[in-house]
């Protein structure tokens, strides 16, 4: 391969949020990785549901979810490291790397778990995208710890995926267990849900049912092969899933609609001492805990995106079942039509949204 020298700018046009539904292009300065840290040209930076719901819109986020007015949004980052910062250990020019997209301060209880997403010392827990800039550029600053090595045989646009949203539903199904026996329900299939589709179909699962509104979803759903059965939910969702699995439920099933509605259909058309995980974010759960969970054995679980171990896991996954997250980018744009990019993914016309930046 021939080494080419790419020469570093000095400044970049990054993508902010203010929160009015717009984009707001600034410009930057392009950092210098300190001890520790390296800088990564950005190759693909994907939109999440996350980014529409507590800062595009409005700036409705808290904690975890507060957003720093002016910092670069993106927070599900991939690319290639083009500078290295001083007392790097892994890591080096040239490698191509997955951002998890929250760095912790690597010793509390939860960092050295390697779930730095529950990172309980607010000074130091910054989440890309959200408090310290994120993917929306061409350039990014990371620390080394938060970064995971893209495979060769997978795609930036994989890895992007990768970054936040197969990272979260690997932890949900890793949570349940997945295999052959198992009849799974997905209830809300926007990107998260198909990922969980795609991933539970990789693990074997037997039967995939889906439970969406959104026809442009449902669709796109069946074109790629991921649904066995789709259902639009109405007063007889529960009995259109028990009447394709024999009567009885699904063995496991995966609220991504973050609906009262998703959730209960997630309890009751599963069957006994089935698995129940929670990965649709935010709104409630109403349960008649006798019937629904108790006196059925059901168990459920809630699922918080994922660790870095458990990330450099499924890049290994991905590999060896040869399949594709990117499959699920329907619309890509260049950085400059950001706008566009962040407005059609707050529309729901569309899978996965990414901005992609050339080589
Ligand atoms: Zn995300
Ligand atoms: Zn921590």
Known sequence: MKNVIKIIPKSM???????NSTVEMKEFEVPTPGFGQVLVQTKASTICGSDIRAIYREHTGKGAEGYIPGMIAGHEPCGVIVKEGPGLK??????????????GCGVCYNCRMGYMIACS????????????????????????????????????????????????VYEALEKIGICGNDAVLVTGLGPVGLATL?????????????VEMNDYRIDLAKKLGLVDYVFKPSDHTVQDILDVTGGKGVERAIDCSASDAGRQTCVRASKEWAKIALVGEGNTMTLNPSPDMMHSQKTIYGSWVTSTWKMMDLVDRLVRWNIHPGDLITDEFPIEKADEAYALMASGKCGKVAVVYPD
Not at 90 to 103: A, L, M, P, Q
Not at 198 to 210: E, N, R, S, T
Request: charged fraction near 20%; aromatic fraction near 10%; charge should be negative.
């Open 121 to 168: 010392n607010p000074t130091f827990r910054q989440a890309y995208g959200w408090q310290r800039n994120g993917g929306m550029a061409p350039y990014i600053l990371c620390d080394e710890k938060d970064l995971i090595h893209l495979p060769d045989e997978l795609t930036y646009k994989d890895g992007a995926q990768v970054a936040c949203g197969f990272g979260t």
């Open 90 to 103: 892994e890591f080096k020019t040239g490698d191509r790397v997955i951002v998890y997209h929250i760095s």
């Open 198 to 210: 795609m991933l539970a179909k990789a693990m074997g699962a037997d039967k995939l049912i889906g």
């Open 13 to 19: 046009i990054g993508a902010t949020l203010p929160g």
